[in-house]
């Protein structure tokens, strides 16, 4: 099939990227974002916080690409020159839209902070662009659709994503010739590896369907981006390789997008009106980190307790003897832990966690260890971890895999 | 004082950076390694594997740059086209060098490997060009040294880092004119753009010393470079340029280089051999896993409760009195629940947080309303808090809060 290819490019801005100081996640995203949807991506490219350097650069950059995101040096300061070196490629002049500027001292009033007078920089705009709202910070984005479509977002992760999900990607989208259709699927509990070589002949079974994995925080992503001249026609073939990727990996896949595995569970109990509560000791407040992120928690979720020390556990439920006989990093103490949650916060579910995320061997065992386990109203499941690496790797990888431990007994329990 | 100041850049090469399929970790280290001998650091860029896209690339970035360092594309394959761009920018031509030929040929007898025709491309040399041997791998790298120094070097990390160390930066250090000195200084409770104003003076005041911020997940980093003839000479003009920053933002500042809020708290817990215990509503266990991701924090940390519901608070000591009263987002609540925290777990520290983290507005606050407070041994502060934004970043900004809160208590208390 015979296809039109639009080049596309992202650059990025900030002194800090040239130092080294922090990895250019934006960039990572962003090209597998534009890789998504369709486009050729030719170009990744960092400047500094430097006028000429940053219209040098974008002018370079024009020439090769339709479609450049450019994130950073949108903040208040003076070395913020995004937005002046995108109007001198443009030939044209920044100045301050009132209505952005409302906004921004809004948003400042809102937080009980004063504004600096250098934060109207941020309410500027070109005759060219139109804003791009920034629901998570001051700074809203530029977009330029003309010739070329130029995107402007901020450097901040947590503010460049959603504007890039809401304003941008649906913008670019009309650019593109073929119609795409991706589905993302979430697993947990199987390594990267082993997904590839159960999903082998899948990846190589039809040109127009692209399947790849990536290692997250919480499992391995299943990528797939199905191409077709229609909406349906890509839908279709994506759907199909979606199923048949659910075949090969089973129970492993948790899940589709961006959902994550307390989102699930979150489902799950809020459909059966049921409840959890928890007890941790190696993940020191993860885990109910990690449930209480989902929208609408506070509904199933009762509370937990963060049992770091043998008398807290006790002062808590565990038993004495338990612990005694078993030791505290052991299934029997990680049970008698659910168990303690669940009657202390009247909740139907107990979840718990006991290990060691830290560099120390502690009763022999290892770092990296851990035991968590669930108590469905008395319904037991226990599992055994090992994880050595960083405290804070340990800590999630013992946190999601306490949440996946209670997904498949939730599973279980729907369809016994 | 009038100095030389020599551009770099770091160029890396790859259809999988561009795909976003892997993070270009090459490019965060020698742009790191460059800046700390005191190079300055204009450009990187990534580009795939296409001959008139590294050439193109190239020439761009030699005209800004004296050192450009390239990564990729000098594998077997005919995707590796590396050595043909700097080929043709150079306007040399590339010829196998025999000695170079025996190496890779020895290299494959030793593991008992057949030697492929397509491996004899890793023998090319150009005039120019003098081999950077590699001791991990088949493929030697290439370093040019006239008008501009060239380097390129293998794609992986294990293959690069070692040539980078024993061959490039030896080689580059004999550019250098001037030693560079760094400090970071981490601040909270500030904005960034008010941080600026109060630094602006220095900011402009010595040429030899550039002062830039930076907005982190857990407040702004002041980052200043100083350049001297010697270390020593580098290091005092960091060093005075900190103490001035360290004036204009008082107890702002909580620490220097990569400490966290939690760190260094529990530097001053375990100084005083105090302990602490956490009370969390609104965070759902940020605070106590913030607590928790410092090594060693299993010595002052005595548990934690996240109580997300009114039973809960109650349940474990909060009046239910104060609840009725003031309601259960309100500094009064807080402060019970962080003596409750406190007497609960036997610590002589209680740190609670109570608020709406998620999108509804609860006892009329607006979502992203918090009160967090800390109750040492009876001495109480607490702070009220507005974030409004995505669920996750009002969590963080609340727990760092509350973490903020205890070290200027502790601090106080160190310094009466």
């Known amino acids: 099939m015979a296809r039109e290819v639009i080049g596309a490019a992202v650059l990025s801005v900030g002194d800090e990227l040239l130092r080294g100081d922090i990895t250019d996640t934006n960039a990572v995203f962003l090209s597998r ?4 949807l369709g486009f050729d991506v030719r170009r990744l490219g960092a400047v500094g916080d430097d006028l000429d350097s940053i219209a040098t650069v974008l002018r370079q950059t024009l020439n090769v690409a339709r479609v450049v995101i450019i994130t950073g040096g949108l903040g208040p300061t003076e070395d913020d020159l995004t937005r002046q070196g995108i109007a001198a490629v443009l030939g044209e002049t920044p100045e301050v ?42 700074a809203p984005g530029w977009l330029i659709q003309g010739d070329h479509a130029i995107a402007a977002l901020p450097g901040p992760p947590s503010e460049m994503r959603p504007m890039w999900a809401d304003t941008v990607r649906p913008a670019l989208e009309g650019l593109l010739p073929t119609r795409v259709a991706m589905i993302a699927l979430m697993t947990f509990g199987v390594g990267e590896s082993v997904v590839a070589e159960r999903i082998a002949e899948i990846i190589h079974a039809d040109p127009d369907v692209t399947v790849a994995t990536y290692a997250r925080a919480a499992g391995v992503e299943v990528h797939i981006t199905a191409r077709g001249a229609t909406d349906a026609e890509a839908d279709r073939r994506a759907g199909e390789a979606a199923q048949a990727v659910r075949q090969a990996l089973g129970e492993a896949v948790y899940g589709e997008g961006n959902v994550t595995l307390a989102d699930v569970i979150g489902g799950c109990l809020a459909k059966d009106r049921a409840s959890v509560a928890t007890m941790e000791s190696a993940t020191g407040g993860m885990l109910s980190n990690l449930i209480t992120n989902t929208d609408g928690s506070s509904q199933y979720f009762r509370g937990g307790i963060v049992a770091y020390s043998r008398e807290a556990k006790a002062a808590h439920g565990v038993p004495a003897e338990i612990m005694d006989a078993h030791g505290l990093i052991s299934p029997e103490t990680a049970v008698a832990m659910a168990g303690a949650a669940r009657r202390r916060f009247g909740a139907e579910i107990g979840l718990a966690t006991t290990g060691i995320a830290g560099s120390d061997a502690v009763e022999s065992h290892p770092p990296g260890t851990a035991f968590v386990a669930v108590d469905c109203g008395g319904r037991i499941r226990t599992r055994e971890l090992h994880r050595p690496g960083s405290r804070e790797t340990a800590k999630m990888y013992f946190a999601q895999s306490a949440l996946d431990l209670l997904r498949l007994e939730l599973h279980r329990k729907a369809s016994p």
């Open 33 to 36: 974002a534009l890789s998504d």
């Open 97 to 138: 839209d009132e209505t952005l500027l409302a906004g921004i001292r809004a948003r400042f009033t809102a937080m009980g902070r004063p504004m600096t007078a250098n934060n109207a920089q941020q309410a500027l705009l070109i005759p060219s662009a139109t804003a791009i709202p920034n629901p998570d910070g001051t």
